[in-house]
């Protein structure tokens, strides 16, 4: 199969070798706790602070 002028000037690159990152699973960990730790400290704030209002 002959190749033209313009497919001799791209590059080919596979997508494993073009990624700069890992795909290792640690992202996914940190924005679950940091969501769960949020809401407890919002939740937490929101209760003492219901129950320092009085009646």
């Known amino acids: 199969m002959a190749m033209s002028e ?3 000037d791209q590059i080919h ?5 073009a990624m700069a990152g890992e795909k290792t699973g640690h992202v996914r960990w940190i924005l679950a706790v940091s969501l769960l730790a949020t809401i407890g400290i919002l939740s937490a704030i929101w209760i003492f602070g219901a129950f ?4």
């Open 13 to 17: 690159i596979e997508d494993d070798d």
């Open 52 to 55: 320092s209002q009085g009646g």
């Open 6 to 8: 313009q497919d001799k």
